[in-house]
């Protein structure tokens, strides 16, 4: 059954006196899209995390991210910038002689710029930290996956109730089709006799020129190609494989047979349906942009 490419996953676990939350998202996307954002001291789990979600999906674009909250798994650390420093100073220096300024260019002056020390945040890695994100990780994956499959069920009812449309209008095309080269023919056959009057040197090649004339409206063959890719989409439908690629190039032959039904046919009736066909099938296309 196809699955669909939205969904969302969540979930939390206890760390030391802290929490950790792992949220995993998905949206649509042409293609397969992976983006993580993890603590730094986590950046070793990101190609774990890439193979995972490349082995559960195939298209859409998923964002995984890693929460830590509290605990005391990190290290408040002073970072000082001796370069950036010594460039402070020598310009400092360089300024006084160029303005010819007094004054002394001490510790206290150079240390109140900010970017030279400053404070950071540095999480310890935790190789128990580490393996409980992954574990937390894979679980909000897998609700992910739950929430598509269980999308792409109520997506499938909704198509496979507007293919079932489609095919009780093609049906009622096809009950008409027969009746159209008849009617094409004996209209096309009185109009040339109008024309002639009674004067009509080849009869049999009239009837046989007609007869071409009223096999163009014939569709006969595009009935069966339509009805066979019908077919083709709902046992598409009903696969075990991503499907959404499938079925979009299969609508698309669904709608140029269904143009050409019109455009042969020349008929108003099936003209009628056929537009029925088309805004049924375009509903179908706007469900099939959600499908994996």
């Not at 001796?82 to 001490?106: P, W």
């Not at 020349?266 to 469900?287: C, F, G, H, P, Y």
Request: hydrophobic residues 40%; proline residues 2%.
């Amino acid at each position: 059954m196809i699955t669909s490419m939205t969904g969302f996953g969540r979930r939390q676990g206890a760390w030391q006196d802290g929490l950790v939350t792992v949220e995993v998202r998905s949206v649509n996307h042409r293609f397969l899209e992976i983006g993580l954002r993890l603590p730094k001291s986590m950046g070793h789990l990101e190609e774990r995390f890439k193979k995972i979600v490349q082995e559960h999906c195939t298209r859409g674009r998923i964002d995984l991210t890693v929460l830590l909250q509290g605990g005391r798994g990190g290290v408040r650390t002073l970072q000082l910038d001796v370069g950036l420093a010594k460039q402070y100073h020598r310009n400092l220096r360089t300024l006084q002689r160029t303005l010819k300024l007094g004054g002394s260019i001490d510790i206290a002056l150079v240390a109140g710029f900010r970017d030279i020390i400053a404070l950071s945040d540095q999480p310890v890695e935790d190789p128990k930290l580490a393996k409980l994100v992954e574990r937390l990780g894979l679980q909000a994956l897998h609700d992910l996956m739950k929430m598509r499959k269980k999308e792409g069920a109520l997506l499938a009812g909704d198509i496979l109730g507007r293919l079932a449309t489609i095919r009780e209008l093609k049906g009622r095309v096809a009950g008409r089709a027969p009746a159209i080269a008849q009617e094409v023919f004996a209209r096309m056959k009185l109009r040339v006799e109008k024309l002639l009057g009674g004067d009509i040197p080849d009869l049999p090649r009239l009837h046989q020129e007609v007869a071409l004339y009223a096999d163009r409206c014939d569709i006969t063959e595009e009935l069966v190609r339509l009805d066979a890719h019908m077919v083709q989409f709902q046992h598409t439908v009903h696969g075990v494989e991503s499907a959404g690629k499938t079925l979009d190039f299969l609508l698309q032959e669904m709608a140029r047979e269904m143009n050409t039904i019109g455009s042969k046919a020349n008929d108003s009736a099936i003209t009628a349906v056929v537009v029925q066909m088309k805004a049924e099938l375009e509903r179908v296309r706007e469900q099939v942009q959600n499908v994996e």
